[in-house]
């Protein structure tokens, strides 16, 4: 094959291949929390009992058994942590490399256990917690576990599965209970607090104000309190980093007490001081979500948030206090005229949490009210990001599945603008992607690429082509699938097409897109898949797909076999027949430019057109269509494909040819 400048992007891509499944994404281990295993551990209880959960399962690890440890038991008794520890204390000595896999399964009822990654020398943690109850067969994605575990052995890896308190099936067998380690104490609070003080952020002299008697008066006894025995490990790094970021003094403590305390005191006064004032509620509530704008913006927001126009009355506008005043008194900082709530970090959240509590009826006049802030001509990416920040820490400070559907529910019902679907795309990219509500927000994600709305269909698109990808690759296009499927080439289809391209593109993600993508087109006979194989190797949007794709068929038989394979699929599906039209267009194209191997071009053309000869898009291909005047690529392309010689004859181009020769 000749003409071919791009077979070396075939290695940026990865390698294509028509076997094998994708392997489950991994990211590092964070070094942060590396830090804390080396550095602050903490191994005794309230009661100065030793905590043995990490020591055992990292004893697990290194027995006779499989490479297996599973770290069972409630929220909030470090077992992440522990894990980790086990994971680390293993690996001294070995060089490991300590990695966290993302469970991205196709189907997380049914988890495939050999799509697990399985690199020699490298120490791997799965946190299954979220998602664990809904196994539906639990006993025997534990047992292929085991099995795999077995395996790592071999190539001298680790696994450490977190699990909850009753998901893992340790009744099902001997096997599949021995390899759990129950984390029934947890490190002591404040020993945890301390530590971090000390060794994590360096602020040994600050120790001191967690070292007071508790029932010391003051500041210090105050923060002495904050912890008891029964408080988890992260509240005690929480308010360890809340303190280490304080300003050092009497002011500074409290600040830091208060954001630790999520403000509760605070935001208690300022609704019990605004009992019969809702101006000044709606200011306050307007800060939240317009932080960082000037003070005229904000009480504009207010006024709309209340439904008023501004005052007209002079007597009434010189009435009551000032707007900076008023501001002050709800918390806000006013520098100039720019109001801020950084100042309180996480006062906007508790704010927010207290209203949306307290406040049931408010929640469809406030999510429509973020329509009207957001579609101004000043809103921007930033303030559609901050609003979807706070939205995002409501439902996880709830923990209720509930918040988010609400919010769902928003799509339909709020303003038809992309700045309204960008925020709600925003808002369950991160919840699906939280350790709380993560695992129900990716099955309401499943269920809402289903829906008939096209608003809905759209934001999914949005998700899927967001980070949600980054990390959970093989559920994002199963939901595009779902999108890509609907019967009208909608807004929902072309954004679901945009955000399948975007997918390809990124690094490493090509060979996992096209192989989900052939099978689609070839095997499944989807209406999704037709599409997604048009929309990948169309070179009018993006020549990189094609590139890499005819770059693989020249090495592997196997691919250009499902290229053509992919093409006749397309072109047997009439519904896709504008689609076949445009492609060839586009190929006839991108052929003439020389940026693809034109042999091959025409070659793969060939083989397609002569299976496909009275079939619409060929045929407009080979003769044209009444009213379109094709290009000279289109002309070209004619030139040089092998047709019938009775079809030849009928052909201008072929015509023209054979007189030239």
């Not at 439904?307 to 009435?319: F, H, K, M, N, Q």
Request: some cysteine.
């Amino acid at each position: 094959m000749g003409n071919n400048q791009n077979s070396k992007i075939i290695v940026a891509a990865g390698s294509i291949t028509m076997k094998g499944k994708p392997q489950l994404p991994v990211t590092d281990i964070p070094q942060a929390e590396l830090d804390v295993v080396r550095r602050a551990w903490v191994e005794l209880d309230a009661r100065d009992k030793p905590v043995r959960t990490a020591e055992e399962a990292a004893y697990r690890l290194t027995g006779d058994g499989p490479r297996l440890a599973v770290v069972a038991g409630p929220s909030g008794y470090g077992k992440r942590t522990a894990g980790i520890k086990a994971l680390w204390e293993v690996s001294r000595g070995q060089s490991l490399k300590l990695q966290e896999i993302v469970p991205d399964w196709e189907k997380p009822g049914s988890p495939d256990v050999a799509e697990l990654p399985d690199e020699p020398g490298t120490g791997y943690l799965l946190d299954v917690a979220a998602e664990i109850n809904s196994w539906q067969n639990p006993g025997s994605v534990a047992q292929q576990l085991v099995s795999y575990a077995e395996e790592l052995r071999l190539s001298g890896s680790f696994l450490v599965v977190i699990a909850d308190e009753h998901g893992w099936p340790e009744t099902a067998s001997g096997t599949i209970a021995n390899v759990v380690v129950r984390a029934t104490a947890r490190p002591s609070a404040r020993r945890v607090a301390r530590a971090h003080l000390e060794y994590v952020h360096h602020q040994p002299g600050r120790v001191q104000w967690l070292s007071a008697m508790p029932s010391e008066t003051g500041l210090a006894g105050e923060a002495a309190r904050q912890l008891t025995d029964g408080s988890r490990p992260a509240d005690a790094a929480n308010l360890a980093a809340k303190l280490a970021a304080a300003e050092d003094s009497p002011e500074g403590l409290k600040r830091a007490l208060s954001a630790f305390q999520e403000w509760r005191t605070d935001v208690r006064d300022v609704f019990a001081a605004t009992r019969d004032n809702p101006d000044d509620r709606a200011l306050l509530i307007s800060a939240l979500f317009l932080n960082g704008t000037d003070a005229l913006t904000v009480q504009d927001g207010a006024r709309a948030l209340l439904g008023e126009s501004p005052e007209a009355d002079v007597r009434t506008i010189l009435t009551g206090p000032d707007l900076t005043s008023r501001l002050t008194e709800m918390g806000a900082q006013v520098t100039g005229r720019t109001v801020s709530l950084d100042h309180k970090p996480g006062y906007a959240r508790a704010v927010l949490l207290h209203l949306w509590q307290q406040r049931a009826d408010i929640h469809p006049h406030l999510l429509n009210w973020l329509d009207t802030i957001t579609s101004s001509k000043e809103a921007n990416a930033d303030r559609l990001a901050a609003i979807s920040d706070l939205l995002v820490e409501l439902a996880v400070a709830e923990n209720d599945i509930r918040v988010v559907k609400k919010v769902h529910a928003w799509i339909d019902h709020g303003a038809d603008s992309p700045e309204h679907r960008a925020l709600i795309a925003g808002f369950l990219t991160v919840t699906a992607e939280s350790d709380t509500l993560g695992a129900e927000v990716r099955a309401l994600l499943l269920d809402s690429a289903q829906e008939i709305s096209e608003a809905v269909g759209t934001v999914v698109a949005l998700v899927c082509q967001g980070e949600f990808a980054e990390h959970y690759p093989r559920q994002a296009l199963v939901r595009l699938r779902h999108i890509l499927d609907r019967p009208e080439p909608d807004k929902a289809v072309r954004t679901a097409q945009e955000a399948l391209r975007d997918i390809a593109a990124r690094e490493g993600q090509l060979p996992r897109v096209w192989s989900t993508v052939i099978k689609w087109a070839t095997e499944k006979k989807h209406l999704a898949g037709h599409r997604a194989f048009l929309s990948l190797l169309d070179p009018s949007v993006d020549p990189y797909v094609l590139q890499v794709m005819l770059a693989a068929a020249e090495q592997k038989p196997d691919v250009m076999e499902a290229l053509v394979n992919g093409w006749n699929a397309a072109l047997a599906d009439t519904r896709v027949d504008a689609e076949c039209r445009r492609l060839f267009d586009a190929w006839a194209k991108v052929r003439k430019t020389e940026d693809v191997p034109t042999e091959l071009v025409t070659e793969i053309l060939n083989r397609v057109v002569l299976d496909h000869l009275y079939s619409t898009p060929v045929s407009a291909l080979l003769f044209g269509e009444p009213g379109v005047a094709n290009n000279e690529a289109v002309i070209d392309l004619r030139r040089e494909l092998r047709l019938p010689p009775a079809l030849s004859a009928l052909n201008p181009a072929h015509e023209h040819a054979s007189a030239e020769s």
